[in-house]
């Protein structure tokens, strides 16, 4: 069930104001969404609270201040007391909270099942500060050796130097050696992806969680990869990160990220004194909420065709016998797995790998599938209406020395492909067509 602010459209004097003492930032058992009980991710966001403009627009207005105004001397002391805040409408500086920004936050609370959640100015900035409000100084984390670049360098280069938090990278497919790297007392958190980046490697998230839990330790899930295809909170995971960047936003002209999880953890983020969210300052522009706020509601139709179409092609490119990793296959190793723990209706993912196994021929397909045939951009990033292409080994993975990417099964001409949906499918994969067989009359690949 998502936390819920009330945020109503009049500024209420602190005079008739009833409180109890609770956490600043707790919304109260009344304030909960009044929704039914979480079955689908497409169905939680519709039920979630709808907030209205303040002259009765369907849609909301933005709330573009950095600072809020209170009607009576005495409020502001009990604010910073911690005795009024955004849950009766009390707001205070935008880096703390703020009611767009919080909409937003409703909406991906809903969107992973989770009590709460709030959003940020990154992806990374999202995982670091979850991170830190959960490891201190001498902390340990164990995590997937496959992971996103910029997250492998957070945790084997800048968390040492500057935080003196060390990290295990291991197999997150063999448990016994996960349940091995785990330091019980000392170990904070087991990190990993829902689908690796950019291997498409399935986590067994329940059985992950289960280890974890087992042993004290919190399981932070990027589900960057598969929004709506998967519900890591619900699989029994603790937080879930976002990239909002990606999928979420689909139009690939906004930075943002998100944290969902307890309402007890998103609310010691957000503390005064100790919380990460609050103290390192990664604050979402509220103009920026609002423009994401109006694009989830389509994120379930954007996402099926996304999955569909890369389930197509993975199938077709299967057949002329190229290397082809997609879970959506039934030779897939963790086929079986993605199915039992996936939404229905949502397909198996937007991404599909192909692996050229060296770099040149690997580039040299990327350049005639976006120069000769305009298939799609050489371009990091995913979740955008066009294909984008790239060779991870040397972009978006590059962080990784030879020998993390041997060990993160990251071959030198794999080619991430994130499958979009303009265009008509058949006209997409003619154009495939068009660049493999130049690629093949080059005498570069033959299949």
Known sequence: MAECFVLS?????????????????????????????????????????????????????????????VMEPETMRRMFAGELGPDRDFFIYSRHFNP??????????????????????????????????????????????????????????FFPRACNITTT??????????????????????????????TLAVANIPELSRLAHDKGVTVVVDNTFSPL????????????VHSISKFISGGADIIAGAVC????????????????????????????????SERIPHLGLRMKEHCHRALTFARRMKKLGLKVIYPGLEDHPHHELLKSMAN?????????????????KANRLMNYLQNYAQFGFMAVSLGYYETLMSCSGSSTSSELNAEEKALAGISAGLVRMSVGYL????????????????MQDSGVFKN
Not at 267 to 283: E, I, W
Request: hydrophobic share 40%.
């Open 9 to 69: 459209s009049k500024k209420r004097s602190a005079g008739t104001e009833e409180t109890d003492g609770d956490d600043l930032y707790k919304s109260k058992k009344s304030m909960l969404s009044t929704a039914a009980p979480w079955e689908d991710p497409a169905a939680a966001l519709a039920s979630a609270r709808h907030e209205f403009g303040e002259h009765g627009g369907v849609n909301m207005s933005i709330e573009a201040s950095a600072t809020f105004t």
């Open 100 to 157: 767009t920004v919080l909409n937003l936050s409703r909406q991906m609370a809903a969107l992973e099942g989770t009590e709460a959640a709030y959003c940020t100015a990154s992806g990374m900035s999202a995982i670091s500060s979850v991170l830190m409000q959960l490891c201190s100084s001498g902390g340990h984390v164990v995590a997937a050796r496959t992971l996103y670049g910029g997250t492998h360098a957070l945790l084997s280069h």
């Open 169 to 198: 990278f291991v197999d997150i497919s063999d448990h016994e050696m996960v349940n091995s790297a785990i330091v019980q007392g000392r170990t904070k958190v087991l990190y990993f992806e829902s689908i690796s980046n950019p």
């Open 229 to 240: 295809v998967l519900s890591p909170a619900r699989l029994g995971a603790d937080v879930v």
């Open 261 to 292: 999880g307890p309402a007890n953890l998103v609310n010691s983020m957000m503390d005064l004194h100790q919380g990460a969210l609050m103290l390192l300052g990664p604050t979402m522009n509220p103009k920026v909420a609002f423009e994401l």
């Open 344 to 360: 229905k209706e949502y397909g198996f993912g937007g991404l599909l790998c192909l692996d050229m196994e060296a770099e040149e």
């Open 423 to 438: 265009g008509t499918l058949e006209q997409r994969w003619s154009q495939f067509e068009k660049a493999l067989s130049r």
